[in-house]
Protein backbone atom coordinates (compact mmCIF):
# COMPACT_ATOMS: atom_id res chain seq x y z
CA UNK A 1 0.00 0.00 0.00
CA UNK A 2 1.39 3.43 -1.10
CA UNK A 3 0.71 6.79 -0.41
CA UNK A 4 -1.34 7.73 -3.17
CA UNK A 5 -4.22 4.99 -2.80
CA UNK A 6 -4.03 5.13 1.17
CA UNK A 7 -5.05 9.06 0.27
CA UNK A 8 -7.69 8.05 -2.14
CA UNK A 9 -9.08 5.61 0.51
CA UNK A 10 -8.87 8.39 3.86
CA UNK A 11 -10.91 10.78 1.36
CA UNK A 12 -13.84 8.71 0.80
CA UNK A 13 -13.90 8.54 4.99
CA UNK A 14 -11.96 11.78 6.88
CA UNK A 15 -12.88 15.36 5.69
CA UNK A 16 -10.14 15.99 2.85
CA UNK A 17 -8.33 13.10 3.53
CA UNK A 18 -6.66 14.38 6.51
CA UNK A 19 -6.92 14.54 10.57
CA UNK A 20 -5.22 18.10 10.94
CA UNK A 21 -5.44 20.52 7.50
CA UNK A 22 -1.73 21.24 7.13
CA UNK A 23 -1.13 17.29 6.45
CA UNK A 24 -3.15 17.90 3.03
CA UNK A 25 0.01 19.45 1.43
CA UNK A 26 -3.01 21.94 0.14
CA UNK A 27 0.07 24.95 -0.11
CA UNK A 28 2.87 23.19 -1.43
CA UNK A 29 0.87 20.42 -3.43
CA UNK A 30 1.58 16.58 -4.58
CA UNK A 31 -0.21 13.63 -2.38
CA UNK A 32 0.29 13.83 1.11
CA UNK A 33 2.84 11.15 2.99
CA UNK A 34 2.50 8.53 5.24
CA UNK A 35 4.81 7.52 7.50
CA UNK A 36 4.92 3.77 8.79
CA UNK A 37 7.92 4.15 11.13
CA UNK A 38 10.03 6.91 12.82
CA UNK A 39 13.60 6.22 14.43
CA UNK A 40 15.92 8.97 15.56
CA UNK A 41 15.73 11.77 13.18
CA UNK A 42 14.69 9.63 10.46
CA UNK A 43 10.84 8.60 9.38
CA UNK A 44 10.03 5.83 6.93
CA UNK A 45 7.56 6.24 4.79
CA UNK A 46 4.59 2.98 3.33
CA UNK A 47 6.62 3.07 0.27
CA UNK A 48 10.43 2.41 2.81
CA UNK A 49 12.18 5.40 1.90
CA UNK A 50 13.63 7.13 4.34
CA UNK A 51 13.54 10.69 5.42
CA UNK A 52 15.67 13.05 7.76
CA UNK A 53 13.10 14.40 9.50
CA UNK A 54 12.85 18.14 10.54
CA UNK A 55 9.33 18.69 11.24
CA UNK A 56 9.59 16.54 14.26
CA UNK A 57 5.96 15.89 14.76
CA UNK A 58 5.89 19.89 14.93
CA UNK A 59 8.35 19.76 17.28
CA UNK A 60 7.06 17.47 19.74
CA UNK A 61 9.54 15.12 19.64
CA UNK A 62 12.42 16.97 20.35
CA UNK A 63 14.51 13.57 21.64
CA UNK A 64 13.77 11.88 18.17
CA UNK A 65 11.31 9.44 17.67
CA UNK A 66 11.02 6.21 19.35
CA UNK A 67 13.58 7.61 22.59
CA UNK A 68 14.37 4.29 24.28
CA UNK A 69 14.23 5.88 27.41
CA UNK A 70 10.60 7.14 26.84
CA UNK A 71 9.59 3.52 24.89
CA UNK A 72 10.51 2.50 27.64
CA UNK A 73 8.56 4.57 30.09
CA UNK A 74 5.26 4.24 28.06
CA UNK A 75 4.96 -0.11 27.86
CA UNK A 76 5.66 -0.23 31.66
CA UNK A 77 3.07 1.87 32.39
CA UNK A 78 0.79 0.44 29.81
CA UNK A 79 0.94 -2.63 31.40
CA UNK A 80 -0.08 -1.41 34.71
CA UNK A 81 -3.24 0.34 32.63
CA UNK A 82 -3.67 3.07 30.27
CA UNK A 83 -6.24 5.16 31.71
CA UNK A 84 -8.26 5.71 34.73
CA UNK A 85 -9.75 8.54 35.04
CA UNK A 86 -8.62 8.51 38.78
CA UNK A 87 -5.68 10.39 40.30
CA UNK A 88 -2.28 8.96 40.15
CA UNK A 89 1.08 9.56 41.34
CA UNK A 90 3.14 10.09 38.45
CA UNK A 91 0.56 12.87 37.72
CA UNK A 92 1.54 14.51 41.10
CA UNK A 93 4.99 13.85 40.15
CA UNK A 94 4.72 15.49 36.91
CA UNK A 95 3.44 19.26 38.39
CA UNK A 96 6.01 19.23 41.09
CA UNK A 97 8.81 18.54 38.25
CA UNK A 98 7.34 21.49 36.18
CA UNK A 99 6.88 23.72 39.06
CA UNK A 100 10.52 23.01 39.83
CA UNK A 101 11.49 24.22 36.29
CA UNK A 102 9.57 27.19 35.76
CA UNK A 103 9.30 30.11 38.13
CA UNK A 104 5.58 31.29 39.35
CA UNK A 105 3.88 28.10 38.48
CA UNK A 106 2.35 27.51 41.48
CA UNK A 107 -0.36 25.85 40.54
CA UNK A 108 -0.46 23.19 37.28
CA UNK A 109 -3.29 21.80 35.84
CA UNK A 110 -2.80 18.71 33.24
CA UNK A 111 -5.08 18.62 29.59
CA UNK A 112 -5.15 17.04 26.64
CA UNK A 113 -3.87 19.45 23.94
CA UNK A 114 -2.67 22.87 23.62
CA UNK A 115 -6.26 24.41 22.55
CA UNK A 116 -7.42 22.96 25.80
CA UNK A 117 -5.03 24.69 27.70
CA UNK A 118 -4.90 27.88 26.30
CA UNK A 119 -8.88 28.11 26.45
CA UNK A 120 -9.12 27.16 30.12
CA UNK A 121 -6.05 29.79 30.33
CA UNK A 122 -8.29 32.26 28.86
CA UNK A 123 -11.41 30.79 30.97
CA UNK A 124 -9.82 31.53 33.70
CA UNK A 125 -8.50 35.20 33.21
CA UNK A 126 -12.30 35.84 32.30
CA UNK A 127 -13.71 34.26 35.32
CA UNK A 128 -10.87 35.92 37.78
CA UNK A 129 -11.21 39.45 36.49
CA UNK A 130 -14.66 39.57 35.41
CA UNK A 131 -14.14 40.51 31.94
CA UNK A 132 -14.60 38.95 28.87
CA UNK A 133 -12.12 40.65 26.05
CA UNK A 134 -8.92 39.63 25.37
CA UNK A 135 -5.54 41.26 22.71
CA UNK A 136 -4.48 38.31 20.64
CA UNK A 137 -1.41 38.94 17.89
CA UNK A 138 -2.28 38.83 14.23
CA UNK A 139 -0.62 35.33 12.83
CA UNK A 140 -0.53 33.96 16.39
CA UNK A 141 -2.16 30.73 16.89
CA UNK A 142 -3.65 29.51 20.08
CA UNK A 143 -5.59 26.19 18.87
CA UNK A 144 -9.03 26.30 17.25
CA UNK A 145 -11.16 27.29 20.24
CA UNK A 146 -14.11 29.64 18.78
CA UNK A 147 -12.40 33.17 19.70
CA UNK A 148 -8.53 32.29 19.37
CA UNK A 149 -9.24 31.09 15.77
CA UNK A 150 -9.56 34.82 14.65
CA UNK A 151 -6.55 35.86 12.60
CA UNK A 152 -5.11 33.20 13.54
CA UNK A 153 -1.85 31.67 12.06
CA UNK A 154 -0.53 27.75 11.53
CA UNK A 155 -3.25 26.02 9.44
CA UNK A 156 -5.09 28.61 9.16
CA UNK A 157 -2.53 30.71 6.70
CA UNK A 158 -1.74 27.30 4.94
CA UNK A 159 -5.24 26.87 3.61
CA UNK A 160 -5.33 30.57 2.88
CA UNK A 161 -7.86 31.49 5.31
CA UNK A 162 -7.42 34.02 8.17
CA UNK A 163 -9.87 33.10 10.43
CA UNK A 164 -12.54 29.93 10.42
CA UNK A 165 -16.53 30.12 9.52
CA UNK A 166 -18.25 28.55 12.05
CA UNK A 167 -17.01 31.49 14.76
CA UNK A 168 -19.91 33.23 16.53
CA UNK A 169 -19.73 37.21 15.77
CA UNK A 170 -20.21 37.73 19.30
CA UNK A 171 -17.16 35.50 20.22
CA UNK A 172 -15.01 37.38 17.62
CA UNK A 173 -15.92 40.61 18.75
CA UNK A 174 -14.29 39.81 22.16
CA UNK A 175 -10.42 39.79 20.60
CA UNK A 176 -9.07 42.29 19.70
CA UNK A 177 -6.27 41.67 17.34
CA UNK A 178 -3.13 43.57 16.97
CA UNK A 179 0.61 43.08 15.13
CA UNK A 180 2.95 41.00 16.80
CA UNK A 181 5.94 43.18 18.01
CA UNK A 182 3.31 46.74 17.77
CA UNK A 183 3.73 47.53 21.58
CA UNK A 184 2.10 50.97 20.57
CA UNK A 185 -1.34 49.19 19.65
CA UNK A 186 -1.26 47.13 22.21
CA UNK A 187 -1.29 50.36 24.43
CA UNK A 188 -4.09 51.71 22.27
CA UNK A 189 -6.54 49.13 22.64
CA UNK A 190 -5.75 49.34 26.58
CA UNK A 191 -6.25 53.00 26.65
CA UNK A 192 -9.82 52.38 24.77
CA UNK A 193 -10.87 48.83 26.50
CA UNK A 194 -8.68 48.55 29.19
CA UNK A 195 -11.76 48.01 31.81
CA UNK A 196 -12.56 45.63 29.76
CA UNK A 197 -9.21 43.55 28.87
CA UNK A 198 -9.71 39.96 31.09
CA UNK A 199 -6.20 38.67 29.26
CA UNK A 200 -3.08 39.69 26.83
CA UNK A 201 -2.57 36.57 24.84
CA UNK A 202 0.66 36.14 23.09
CA UNK A 203 3.12 33.57 21.42
CA UNK A 204 6.66 34.73 23.28
CA UNK A 205 8.46 33.76 20.12
CA UNK A 206 5.61 33.32 17.59
CA UNK A 207 6.17 29.88 15.52
CA UNK A 208 2.82 29.85 13.69
CA UNK A 209 3.46 32.24 10.89
CA UNK A 210 6.86 30.96 10.43
CA UNK A 211 9.31 32.00 13.14
CA UNK A 212 9.19 35.44 14.23
CA UNK A 213 11.01 36.63 17.12
CA UNK A 214 10.27 39.36 19.91
CA UNK A 215 11.44 42.81 19.27
CA UNK A 216 13.99 44.04 22.30
CA UNK A 217 11.69 45.19 24.74
CA UNK A 218 8.36 44.09 23.35
CA UNK A 219 7.40 40.98 26.16
CA UNK A 220 8.79 43.31 29.18
CA UNK A 221 5.77 45.77 27.63
CA UNK A 222 3.59 43.52 27.38
CA UNK A 223 3.96 42.50 31.31
CA UNK A 224 4.06 46.87 31.97
CA UNK A 225 0.75 47.19 29.81
CA UNK A 226 -1.00 43.90 31.78
CA UNK A 227 0.01 45.23 35.13
CA UNK A 228 -1.40 48.79 34.79
CA UNK A 229 -5.19 47.86 33.18
CA UNK A 230 -4.84 44.58 35.44
CA UNK A 231 -5.54 41.93 32.64
CA UNK A 232 -3.63 38.63 32.71
CA UNK A 233 -0.47 38.30 30.71
CA UNK A 234 -1.11 34.46 28.93
CA UNK A 235 2.29 33.08 27.64
CA UNK A 236 1.28 30.52 25.62
CA UNK A 237 4.53 28.08 25.42
CA UNK A 238 3.20 25.21 23.31
CA UNK A 239 6.11 25.25 21.09
CA UNK A 240 8.19 27.16 23.19
CA UNK A 241 8.41 25.63 26.61
CA UNK A 242 11.52 23.70 27.20
CA UNK A 243 12.41 24.48 23.35
CA UNK A 244 15.39 26.60 24.51
CA UNK A 245 16.32 25.54 27.66
CA UNK A 246 15.19 23.28 30.52
CA UNK A 247 12.17 25.51 31.79
CA UNK A 248 10.07 28.56 29.55
CA UNK A 249 10.77 30.89 26.95
CA UNK A 250 9.51 33.89 29.81
CA UNK A 251 11.75 32.38 32.69
CA UNK A 252 14.78 32.68 29.89
CA UNK A 253 14.29 35.98 29.10
CA UNK A 254 12.96 37.33 32.68
CA UNK A 255 9.12 37.99 31.61
CA UNK A 256 6.93 36.23 33.95
CA UNK A 257 3.43 36.01 33.13
CA UNK A 258 0.51 35.36 34.78
CA UNK A 259 -0.68 32.23 33.32
CA UNK A 260 1.63 30.10 31.06
CA UNK A 261 0.71 27.17 28.67
CA UNK A 262 2.68 24.15 27.63
CA UNK A 263 2.13 21.52 25.39
CA UNK A 264 4.32 19.30 22.66
CA UNK A 265 7.59 18.92 24.53
CA UNK A 266 6.25 18.08 27.98
CA UNK A 267 4.16 15.10 26.65
CA UNK A 268 7.32 13.52 24.99
CA UNK A 269 5.20 12.78 22.32
CA UNK A 270 1.61 11.55 23.58
CA UNK A 271 -1.05 14.27 24.13
CA UNK A 272 -0.46 16.16 26.89
CA UNK A 273 -0.71 19.83 27.61
CA UNK A 274 -0.63 22.33 31.21
CA UNK A 275 -1.37 25.24 31.86
CA UNK A 276 -0.19 26.88 35.16
CA UNK A 277 0.33 30.12 36.65
CA UNK A 278 0.35 32.08 40.39
CA UNK A 279 -1.76 30.61 43.05
CA UNK A 280 -4.16 33.68 42.76
CA UNK A 281 -4.72 33.08 39.27
CA UNK A 282 -5.52 29.01 38.95
CA UNK A 283 -7.02 28.49 42.61
CA UNK A 284 -10.22 30.54 40.37
CA UNK A 285 -10.26 26.86 38.74
CA UNK A 286 -12.94 24.22 39.50
CA UNK A 287 -13.08 22.45 42.43
CA UNK A 288 -11.57 25.33 44.31
CA UNK A 289 -13.24 28.02 42.08
CA UNK A 290 -16.06 28.74 39.92
CA UNK A 291 -14.26 28.59 36.45
CA UNK A 292 -15.55 25.01 35.42
CA UNK A 293 -12.50 22.49 33.37
CA UNK A 294 -12.69 18.67 33.32
CA UNK A 295 -11.48 15.68 31.44
CA UNK A 296 -11.54 11.90 31.18
CA UNK A 297 -7.91 11.75 29.96
CA UNK A 298 -6.45 15.02 32.09
CA UNK A 299 -3.20 13.10 33.45
CA UNK A 300 -3.16 10.15 31.39
CA UNK A 301 -0.29 8.14 33.15
CA UNK A 302 0.94 7.22 29.91
CA UNK A 303 1.07 10.42 28.51
CA UNK A 304 2.57 11.37 31.98
CA UNK A 305 5.07 9.15 32.06
CA UNK A 306 6.66 9.55 28.33
CA UNK A 307 6.01 13.65 28.96
CA UNK A 308 8.30 13.02 32.15
CA UNK A 309 11.05 10.85 30.85
CA UNK A 310 11.46 13.17 28.19
CA UNK A 311 12.17 16.18 30.54
CA UNK A 312 14.55 13.79 32.67
CA UNK A 313 16.48 13.18 29.13
CA UNK A 314 16.49 17.11 28.51
CA UNK A 315 17.73 17.71 31.94
CA UNK A 316 20.45 15.05 32.22
CA UNK A 317 21.35 15.75 29.19
CA UNK A 318 21.22 19.70 28.68
CA UNK A 319 21.57 19.25 24.71
CA UNK A 320 20.14 23.23 24.37
CA UNK A 321 23.41 24.49 23.05
CA UNK A 322 24.32 22.21 20.93
CA UNK A 323 20.80 22.44 19.44
CA UNK A 324 21.23 26.35 19.07
CA UNK A 325 24.70 25.79 17.31
CA UNK A 326 23.50 23.19 14.95
CA UNK A 327 20.28 25.78 13.85
CA UNK A 328 22.32 28.27 14.15
CA UNK A 329 25.36 27.24 11.75
CA UNK A 330 22.74 26.11 9.43
CA UNK A 331 20.71 29.46 9.33
CA UNK A 332 24.40 31.02 8.31
CA UNK A 333 25.08 29.16 5.49
CA UNK A 334 22.05 29.54 3.82
CA UNK A 335 21.71 33.14 4.47
CA UNK A 336 25.52 33.55 3.18
CA UNK A 337 24.53 31.98 0.14
CA UNK A 338 21.78 33.86 -0.30
CA UNK A 339 23.24 37.30 0.09
CA UNK A 340 26.09 35.75 -2.22
CA UNK A 341 23.92 35.00 -5.51
CA UNK A 342 21.44 37.76 -4.67
CA UNK A 343 18.49 35.47 -3.97
CA UNK A 344 15.02 36.68 -2.04
CA UNK A 345 15.87 33.70 0.87
CA UNK A 346 16.47 34.35 4.62
CA UNK A 347 16.59 32.31 7.38
CA UNK A 348 15.38 32.60 10.60
CA UNK A 349 16.16 30.80 13.53
CA UNK A 350 16.31 31.22 17.16
CA UNK A 351 17.19 27.57 19.39
CA UNK A 352 16.62 25.04 17.30
CA UNK A 353 14.10 26.70 15.28
CA UNK A 354 14.03 27.61 12.01
CA UNK A 355 12.14 29.02 9.08
CA UNK A 356 13.36 29.77 5.06
CA UNK A 357 11.36 32.57 3.81
CA UNK A 358 11.62 33.54 0.26
CA UNK A 359 11.98 36.68 0.86
CA UNK A 360 14.65 39.23 1.94
CA UNK A 361 15.11 41.13 5.20
CA UNK A 362 13.93 40.61 8.90
CA UNK A 363 10.05 39.80 9.52
CA UNK A 364 8.48 41.50 12.48
CA UNK A 365 5.40 40.64 12.05
CA UNK A 366 2.61 38.42 9.90
CA UNK A 367 1.99 41.31 6.96
CA UNK A 368 6.00 40.65 6.40
CA UNK A 369 6.07 37.12 6.71
CA UNK A 370 3.26 37.44 4.03
CA UNK A 371 5.20 39.12 1.43
CA UNK A 372 7.19 35.40 1.69
CA UNK A 373 7.18 33.71 -1.94
CA UNK A 374 4.94 30.73 -1.01
CA UNK A 375 5.22 28.98 -4.36
CA UNK A 376 9.12 29.64 -4.17
CA UNK A 377 8.32 27.72 -0.81
CA UNK A 378 6.55 24.77 -2.36
CA UNK A 379 9.60 24.62 -4.95
CA UNK A 380 11.88 24.38 -1.85
CA UNK A 381 9.89 21.50 0.08
CA UNK A 382 9.48 19.23 -2.76
CA UNK A 383 12.96 19.79 -3.92
CA UNK A 384 14.42 19.05 0.02
CA UNK A 385 11.71 15.78 -0.03
CA UNK A 386 13.74 14.47 -3.31
CA UNK A 387 16.55 14.77 -1.53
CA UNK A 388 15.52 12.81 1.54
CA UNK A 389 14.56 15.66 4.00
CA UNK A 390 11.27 15.94 5.10
CA UNK A 391 10.22 19.59 6.66
CA UNK A 392 6.69 20.92 7.11
CA UNK A 393 5.08 20.90 4.31
CA UNK A 394 3.71 25.04 4.63
CA UNK A 395 6.09 28.66 4.76
CA UNK A 396 4.04 29.54 7.66
CA UNK A 397 5.47 26.50 9.93
CA UNK A 398 8.06 26.19 11.69
CA UNK A 399 11.51 23.52 11.13
CA UNK A 400 12.74 21.74 13.94
CA UNK A 401 16.56 20.68 14.92
CA UNK A 402 16.12 17.17 17.88
CA UNK A 403 18.29 15.64 19.81
CA UNK A 404 18.72 13.26 17.49
CA UNK A 405 19.84 14.83 14.29
CA UNK A 406 23.51 14.54 13.59
CA UNK A 407 26.38 17.27 12.31
CA UNK A 408 26.28 15.40 8.80
CA UNK A 409 22.70 15.56 8.43
CA UNK A 410 22.51 19.05 9.24
CA UNK A 411 25.70 19.47 6.65
CA UNK A 412 24.04 17.44 4.02
CA UNK A 413 20.92 19.73 4.37
CA UNK A 414 22.66 22.99 3.66
CA UNK A 415 24.27 21.92 0.87
CA UNK A 416 21.25 20.52 -0.54
CA UNK A 417 19.31 24.03 0.47
CA UNK A 418 22.07 25.94 -1.10
CA UNK A 419 22.92 23.54 -4.24
Not at 292 to 307: D, E, F, R
Request: aromatic share 8%.
Amino acid sequence: MDSDELFKRAVRVIPGGVNSPVRAFKSVGGTPLYVASGNGAHLRTVEGRDLVDFCCSWGAVILGHAHPEVVEAIQRQAERGTTFGINTPMEVEFAEFLQSKVPGLERVRLVSSGTEAVMTAVRIARGATGRRRIVKFDGCYHGHSDGLLVAAGSGLLTGGIRSSEGVSPAVAEDVFVVPFNDLEAVEAVVAAHGRDLAAILVEPVAANMGLVLPAPGFLAGLRRVADRCGAALIFDEVITGFRFGPTTYGALCGVIPDLTTMGKIIGGGLPLAAVGGRASWMDHLAPLGRVYQAGTLSGNPIAVVAGLATLRVLERENPYARLESGARKMADAINRDAECRGLDRVCVQAGGLFTVFFRRGAIRNLNEAMVSDTKAYASYFHRMLDQGFYLPPSQFEVSFVSMAHTEQEMSRFVEAVTT
